[in-house]
C-alpha cells in the first residue's frame, strides 16, 4: 500500500490524501456488490477514508457503504466514515419541515437515522451538507458538539459554507469552549478554484481549517472523457434530463469551450509526464496544501486504480511543471 495521510485540519484525526465518496454511485447507478468491489479497491489502494450523506440516493448510498463495509469484515477503528446532514431523506417525509436543515432536531435526529441506516455505532466525522440561514450558528455549533459528547462522532464539519460562516462558528466555538468545524467540504478542482483559493484563504492561517475536496475531476471533465461529446454511460449521458442538464447544456457555451480547451491543454502536459489527464488533474489538486483529502468518485474499479496513480505523479509536479500548468488553465483566481 502507497498513501499518504494528512491531517483532517487542525485535528489530529489522519484521513488519506485520497478518498472515496459514494454520490450518485453507491446506492444510485453502482449496484452493492460493485460498490464493495470499489471500495475494497480503494481500500487495497491504501485509502481509509469514505464519505456519504444522509441525502444520497435518498439513503441508499449510506447502507451500500455500511453493508460493503460488514461484508468486507473491515476493523472499524481502520477506517475513517464521514457523512453529511442537512437535506434529509426526500420521500420519508416529505412535509415534515423538521426533516431537513440544521435545527438541532434534525442535526441529532438526521444523524441517529443515518447512524441505522448504515449499521454503525458512530461516525467518525458528521459535516453539516450546507449552510442554514434560518437557524442561528450558535444552535448549530451546539448540536454537532452535542453529537460528539453523546459518542455519535469524534468530529464535525461544514460544506459549502462561506468564509463569513466559518469564522462565525469559530468565534462562538471559541467563546464556549467548543470544538469548531474543522473542514469545509469544498468543491475544488483546475475548473473550479473558489472559494479555496480565494474567500478561504484567512482561515487556514488563522483557524488551520482543513478542507476535504468533491468533485476534483469536475465531475469528470478532467479526465477528457466530455471533449468531443458524451460517452454512452457516463455520468452526464445517464444523467442528462435531470442533475447535470445545466452543465451539459453549459458545455456549448464559450465559457463551457474554454474549459475543455483548458483540459485539452492539460492533457498535453499529462502526456510528458507520462500519467492520464485525470491523474494529472487529481495530483494538482491535492498539491495544495490546505486540502486534507481529495475525495474521489468512481463508477467502475479501474477508475479507483487509475485515479490512485496520482499518488505517484504529486513530486512530478515540481515549481516548473506547476508554473506550465498555471499558464495552460489561465484561471488562476485574482487576489
Ligand atoms: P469527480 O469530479 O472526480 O467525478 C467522479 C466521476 O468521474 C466518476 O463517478 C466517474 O463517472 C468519472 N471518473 C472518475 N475517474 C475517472 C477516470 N479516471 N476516467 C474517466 N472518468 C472518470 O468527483 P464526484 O463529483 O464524484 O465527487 C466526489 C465525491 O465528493 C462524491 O462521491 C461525494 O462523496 C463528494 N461530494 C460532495 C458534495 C458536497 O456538496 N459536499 C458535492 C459533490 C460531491 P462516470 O464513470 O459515471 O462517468
Known sequence: KEMRFRNLGPSGLRVS???????????????????????????EGG?????????????????SMGKAIRELGWERSDLVLITKVFYGVRGSAPQDPNATGLSRKH????????????????????????????????????????????????????????????????GIAERLGLDPPL??????????????????LPLYRKHG???????????????????DGIPKGSRFDLNAGGTFSGAIASLQSPEGQAKLERVRRLAA????????TA?????????NP??????????????????????????????DVLQQIEAALDNKPAP
Open 107 to 170: 442535526i441529532i435526529e438526521g444523524t441517529n437515522a443515518s447512524l441505522r441506516r448504515a449499521g454503525l455505532e458512530y461516525w467518525d466525522v458528521v459535516m453539516a451538507h450546507s449552510p442554514d440561514v434560518t437557524v442561528p450558528m450558535v444552535e448549530v455549533v451546539k448540536a454537532f458538539n452535542h453529537l460528539i459528547t453523546t459518542g455519535k462522532c469524534f468530529y464535525w464539519g461544514c460544506s459549502a459554507w462561506s468564509a463569513e460562516q466559518i469564522s462565525e462558528a469559530y
Open 209 to 227: 481549517l482543513g478542507l476535504t475536496i468533491w468533485s476534483p475531476l469536475a465531475w469528470g471533465l478532467l479526465s477528457g472523457k466530455y471533449n
Open 183 to 200: 473542514a469545509d467540504q469544498s468543491q475544488y478542482s483546475a475548473l473550479h478554484r473558489e472559494p479555496v483559493e480565494k474567500d478561504y
Open 290 to 319: 490546505h486540502v486534507s483529502t481529495v475525495i474521489l468518485g468512481a463508477s467502475k474499479v479501474e477508475q479507483v486504480r487509475e485515479n490512485l496513480q496520482a499518488l505517484h505523479v504529486l513530486d512530478k509536479l515540481t515549481p
Open 47 to 63: 485509502i481509509n477514508t469514505f464519505d456519504t450523506a444522509e441525502v444520497y440516493a435518498d439513503g441508499e448510498c449510506e447502507k
Open 269 to 276: 502536459i499529462a502526456e510528458q509526464l507520462g500519467c492520464s
Open 17 to 43: 490524501l485520497f478518498s472515496l465518496g459514494g454520490w450518485l454511485t453507491f446506492g444510485g447507478s453502482v449496484d452493492d456488490a460493485a460498490t464493495r468491489d470499489i471500495m475494497r479497491a480503494a481500500y
Open 279 to 287: 491523474v494529472l488533474a487529481l495530483a494538482w489538486a491535492a498539491k
